[in-house]
C-alpha cells in the first residue's frame, strides 16, 4: 500500500512538473510573438496628435529639465504646468530618452513593451480561471489577434499599459481568495493603474469590487484587502497632494472639477460621443471573433455561477456600462474590456476543441467567415485599381481574404483546423499591417506635419508661440517643431498681425487671401503652408 502511494506520489509530481514546463513554454512562445507584433516598425510613422505628441513633449521636458530634481513630480507641458494625468508613462518614455535619443521609437517602446507583457499574463489570468489549458491558450491568442489592442499598444498611449496592469489586479484578485498575501498585489496594480490614468483609473477597480461581492463577498471584510488598497493608492494621493500644495485652486479646477464634469456631461465637450458609441466599436473592429458572439453569451450565462463566467460577466458588462455612462468617448478607452471578451471567446473555442472529429458546426459561423471573405476580397481588389496602387494594403486584404477562405471551407466540413487557420491568418495579417505605413491610420486626416515641423525648424523664429489657421491643436506639430502652435480664427490671426511687434503666422496658401496682411515676409512654404511675418523697416 506505501509503495502504491509513493508510486502515485511521484507519477503526480511529474505531471505537475510537466505542466509548469509547458506553462512556461507557452508564456515565451506568446511572448515572442507578442514582441515581434508590437515592436516591428515602431518607428516607421511619424506620432499620431494629441496622446502621442502630448506625451512625448511632456517626456522631452522631462529630460531637458534633468537639473531640475522634481521635474519629473511637476512636468510641464509648452513650459505651462501639465495637470491632465500622473506622469508615470510619461517619466518612462523620458528615461528612455536619455538612453536612446528623442524620436517615435523611444517614444512608442515603453508602451509597446508593457502592453505585449499582457499576453502572457492572459495566459496566465486564463490558467488560474480554466480547468482546460487550451481554454487559456485560445483566449490569449484571441486577445493577441484583436486589432485595437495591438494598434493602440503599439501608440504611445497610457491605455495600454493600464490593461497589463489590470490583468496582474485581475490575477491578484483571483488568488487572494486563497491567499490573502496577494491582496498587496491589487493595491499596488491599483495605485499603478490611477499612477497612469488618473482618478479614473478606480472604474477598474469599482469592477473588482463588484465581482468580489458577487463571488466573493468575504473578502470584502478581509481587513488585508483594505490596507493593501490604501497603501497602494498611498502614492496617488501623494502626487495630487503635490500638485494641490504646488498649484492650489489652479490644479483643483483644470485637474480635478473640469475633467470630471466633462466626463460627466455638465460641461460640453468635443469628445462628446452618444451612449451606444463603444458598442459600434466593438462591433466594427472585433472581428473575426465576433462571430462566435451567440454561443459564446449563451455559455457564459449557462455557466454564470461559476468563478470563471462571474468575473467576465462583470468584467464586461461593468466597465462597458460606466463608460457609456460617460459623456467624453474615445475609441481607446475602451481597451480594457477586450480581455474579457478573450477570455469570453477562449471558453467558447475550448468548447469546440472538445468536440469530435467532424462534428457539424453552426451555419452562422460558415456564412460569417464567407461575408469576411467577400468583404476583403473586395478590399484587395479595390487597392489594386488606379494608378498608384497601395500594394501594401492589397496584400493585407489578400491576407485576410486567404484566412477567411480556408476557415469558412474547413469550417463547412466540420473539422477544428479552422481555428488554427484563424489564428495563424490573422496573425500574419497584423504583422503585415504594421510592416507597412498604414497602421497609424490617423495620419491621413491632415496635413503631413514633419514636412512643416522641419520648414519651421529650419527657420527658426525667435517666437516659441506661433499662430496657426489651422483649426484645430496639433500636439505633434508642437513636439516636431519645438514651438507651441497656436490655432487662431482669421479675426485673430488679423489682429495679432496688425498689434503685435513681430507676429509669426503659419497659414495655408488658400487661406492667405481670405487674410488681409501688409508686409509679408515670406520665411518659407512647404506641403501648401507658409510661414511668414512682418517685414521689418530698416532705416
Same mark, same amino acid.
Given at each position: 500500500?506505501?509503495?502504491?502511494?509513493?508510486?502515485?506520489?511521484?507519477?503526480?509530481?511529474?505531471?505537475?512538473?510537466?505542466?509548469?514546463?509547458?506553462?512556461? /513554454?507557452?508564456?515565451?512562445?506568446?511572448?515572442?510573438?507578442?514582441?515581434?507584433?508590437?515592436?516591428?516598425? $515602431?518607428?516607421?510613422?511619424?506620432?499620431?496628435?494629441?496622446?502621442? &505628441?502630448? $506625451? =512625448?513633449?511632456?517626456? *522631452?521636458?522631462?529630460?531637458?529639465?534633468?537639473?531640475?530634481?522634481?521635474?519629473? /513630480?511637476? @512636468?510641464?507641458?509648452? &513650459?505651462?504646468?501639465?495637470?491632465?494625468?500622473?506622469?508615470?508613462?510619461?517619466?518612462?518614455?523620458?528615461?528612455?530618452?536619455?538612453?536612446?535619443?528623442?524620436? +517615435?521609437?523611444?517614444? *512608442?517602446?515603453?508602451?509597446?513593451?508593457?502592453?505585449?507583457?499582457?499576453?502572457?499574463?492572459?495566459?496566465?489570468?486564463?490558467?488560474?480561471?480554466?480547468?482546460?489549458?487550451?481554454?487559456?491558450?485560445?483566449?490569449?491568442?484571441?486577445?493577441?489577434?484583436?486589432?485595437?489592442?495591438?494598434?493602440?499598444?503599439?501608440?504611445?498611449?497610457?491605455?495600454?499599459? !493600464?490593461?497589463?496592469?489590470?490583468?496582474?489586479?485581475?490575477?491578484?484578485?483571483?488568488?487572494?481568495?486563497?491567499?490573502?498575501?496577494?491582496?498587496?498585489?491589487?493595491?499596488?496594480?491599483? &495605485?499603478?493603474?490611477?499612477?497612469?490614468?488618473?482618478?479614473?483609473?478606480? $472604474?477598474?477597480?469599482? !469592477? !473588482?469590487?463588484?465581482?468580489?461581492?458577487?463571488?466573493?463577498?468575504?473578502?470584502?471584510?478581509?481587513?488585508?484587502?483594505?490596507?493593501?488598497?490604501?497603501?497602494?493608492?498611498? @502614492?496617488?494621493?501623494?502626487?495630487?497632494?503635490?500638485?494641490?500644495?504646488?498649484?492650489?485652486?489652479?490644479?483643483?479646477?483644470?485637474?480635478?472639477?473640469?475633467?470630471?464634469?466633462?466626463?460627466?456631461?455638465?460641461?460640453?465637450?468635443? %469628445?462628446?460621443?452618444?451612449?451606444?458609441?463603444?458598442?459600434?466599436?466593438?462591433?466594427?473592429?472585433?472581428?473575426?471573433?465576433?462571430?462566435?458572439?451567440?454561443?459564446?453569451?449563451?455559455? $457564459?450565462?449557462?455557466?454564470? %455561477?461559476?468563478?470563471?463566467? *462571474?468575473?467576465?460577466?462583470?468584467?464586461?458588462?461593468?466597465?462597458?456600462?460606466?463608460?457609456?455612462?460617460?459623456?467624453?468617448?474615445?475609441?481607446?478607452?475602451?481597451? @480594457?474590456?477586450?480581455?474579457?471578451? =478573450?477570455?469570453? #471567446?477562449?471558453?467558447?473555442?475550448?468548447?469546440?476543441?472538445?468536440?469530435?472529429?467532424?462534428?457539424?458546426?453552426?451555419?452562422?459561423?460558415?456564412?460569417?467567415?464567407?461575408?469576411?471573405?467577400?468583404?476583403?476580397?473586395?478590399?484587395?481588389?479595390?487597392?489594386?485599381?488606379?494608378?498608384?496602387?497601395?500594394?501594401?494594403?492589397?496584400?493585407?486584404?489578400?491576407?485576410?481574404?486567404?484566412?477567411?477562405?480556408?476557415? =469558412?471551407?474547413?469550417? +463547412?466540413?466540420?473539422?477544428?483546423? #479552422?481555428?488554427?487557420?484563424? #489564428?495563424?491568418?490573422?496573425?500574419?495579417?497584423?504583422?503585415? /499591417?504594421?510592416?507597412?505605413?498604414?497602421?497609424?491610420?490617423?495620419?491621413?486626416?491632415?496635413?503631413?506635419?514633419?514636412?512643416?515641423?522641419?520648414?519651421?525648424?529650419?527657420?527658426?523664429?525667435?517666437?516659441?508661440?506661433?499662430?496657426?489657421?489651422?483649426?484645430?491643436?496639433?500636439?505633434?506639430?508642437? #513636439?516636431?517643431?519645438?514651438?507651441?502652435?497656436?490655432?487662431?480664427?482669421?479675426? +485673430?490671426?488679423?489682429?495679432?498681425?496688425?498689434?503685435?511687434?513681430?507676429?509669426?503666422?503659419?497659414?495655408?496658401?488658400?487661406?492667405?487671401?481670405?487674410?488681409?496682411?501688409?508686409?509679408?515676409?515670406?520665411?518659407?512654404?512647404?506641403?501648401?503652408?507658409? /510661414?511668414?511675418?512682418?517685414?521689418?523697416?530698416?532705416?
Amino acid at each position: 500500500m506505501q509503495e502504491g502511494s509513493f508510486i502515485w506520489g511521484h507519477l503526480e509530481r511529474q505531471h505537475r512538473t510537466v505542466d509548469r514546463w509547458i506553462d512556461r /513554454l507557452w508564456l515565451v512562445v506568446l511572448l515572442i510573438a507578442a514582441l515581434l507584433l508590437f515592436s516591428v516598425n $515602431l518607428g516607421g510613422l511619424p506620432l499620431q496628435d494629441w496622446d502621442e &505628441g502630448v $506625451l =512625448a513633449q511632456v517626456a *522631452r521636458e522631462i529630460v531637458r529639465e534633468s537639473g531640475d530634481s522634481l521635474r519629473w /513630480l511637476y @512636468p510641464t507641458l509648452s &513650459g505651462q504646468a501639465y495637470h491632465d494625468k500622473p506622469p508615470l508613462i510619461h517619466i518612462l518614455i523620458a528615461g528612455v530618452y536619455s538612453v536612446g535619443g528623442v524620436n +517615435e521609437w523611444t517614444t *512608442r517602446l515603453p508602451g509597446a513593451i508593457l502592453t505585449a507583457l499582457s499576453v502572457p499574463l492572459l495566459y496566465c489570468l486564463g490558467r488560474e480561471i480554466f480547468r482546460q489549458r487550451w481554454a487559456a491558450i485560445y483566449s490569449a491568442l484571441v486577445y493577441l489577434t484583436m486589432l485595437p489592442v495591438v494598434r493602440y499598444g503599439r501608440l504611445a498611449m497610457s491605455d495600454g499599459v !493600464v490593461v497589463s496592469f489590470l490583468l496582474v489586479m485581475m490575477l491578484c484578485v483571483l488568488r487572494s481568495r486563497r491567499d490573502l498575501r496577494y491582496c498587496l498585489g491589487i493595491g499596488l496594480s491599483l &495605485g499603478l493603474i490611477c499612477l497612469t490614468q488618473g482618478l479614473s483609473g478606480l $472604474l477598474l477597480g469599482a !469592477v !473588482v469590487l463588484v465581482f468580489l461581492f458577487w463571488d466573493t463577498p468575504r473578502l470584502l471584510n478581509s481587513y488585508y484587502l483594505w490596507i493593501a488598497i490604501a497603501l497602494g493608492l498611498l @502614492p496617488v494621493a501623494g502626487w495630487y497632494g503635490a500638485q494641490l500644495l504646488k498649484y492650489g485652486n489652479d490644479f483643483a479646477h483644470n485637474g480635478l472639477i473640469i475633467p470630471f464634469l466633462k466626463q460627466i456631461g455638465a460641461i460640453s465637450s468635443k %469628445n462628446t460621443q452618444p451612449p451606444w458609441f463603444y458598442i459600434i466599436e466593438l462591433l466594427k473592429w472585433t472581428w473575426p471573433w465576433l462571430i462566435f458572439l451567440p454561443q459564446t453569451a449563451q455559455l $457564459l450565462w449557462e455557466n454564470r %455561477n461559476l468563478s470563471w463566467a *462571474r468575473l467576465i460577466l462583470v468584467w464586461s458588462i461593468v466597465y462597458l456600462l460606466l463608460m457609456s455612462l460617460m459623456s467624453a468617448k474615445l475609441a481607446w478607452y475602451i481597451l @480594457p474590456i477586450y480581455p474579457s471578451l =478573450a477570455l469570453a #471567446f477562449g471558453a467558447q473555442l475550448a468548447e469546440i476543441e472538445n468536440l469530435p472529429l467532424m462534428s457539424s458546426y453552426p451555419r452562422a459561423w460558415v456564412a460569417g467567415l464567407s461575408i469576411l471573405a467577400v468583404v476583403a476580397s473586395a478590399g484587395s481588389i479595390h487597392f489594386s485599381w488606379g494608378i498608384t496602387a497601395k500594394t501594401d494594403l492589397q496584400l493585407i486584404f489578400a491576407a485576410v481574404a486567404l484566412t477567411m477562405i480556408l476557415g =469558412a471551407i474547413l469550417a +463547412e466540413r466540420g473539422d477544428g483546423q #479552422f481555428l488554427k487557420i484563424l #489564428f495563424w491568418g490573422s496573425y500574419i495579417s497584423l504583422l503585415l /499591417l504594421m510592416k507597412s505605413n498604414y497602421w497609424v491610420w490617423e495620419l491621413w486626416q491632415a496635413y503631413p506635419v514633419k514636412p512643416v515641423a522641419a520648414m519651421i525648424e529650419k527657420a527658426n523664429p525667435a517666437a516659441k508661440k506661433i499662430y496657426t489657421s489651422f483649426p484645430y491643436h496639433r500636439p505633434s506639430l508642437d #513636439f516636431y517643431s519645438d514651438r507651441h502652435i497656436i490655432p487662431a480664427s482669421v479675426e +485673430e490671426l488679423e489682429h495679432r498681425w496688425h498689434y503685435e511687434t513681430q507676429p509669426y503666422l503659419l497659414i495655408n496658401i488658400s487661406d492667405s487671401k481670405r487674410l488681409h496682411l501688409d508686409s509679408i515676409k515670406l520665411l518659407d512654404k512647404v506641403e501648401g503652408w507658409q /510661414l511668414v511675418t512682418k517685414e521689418t523697416n530698416r532705416l
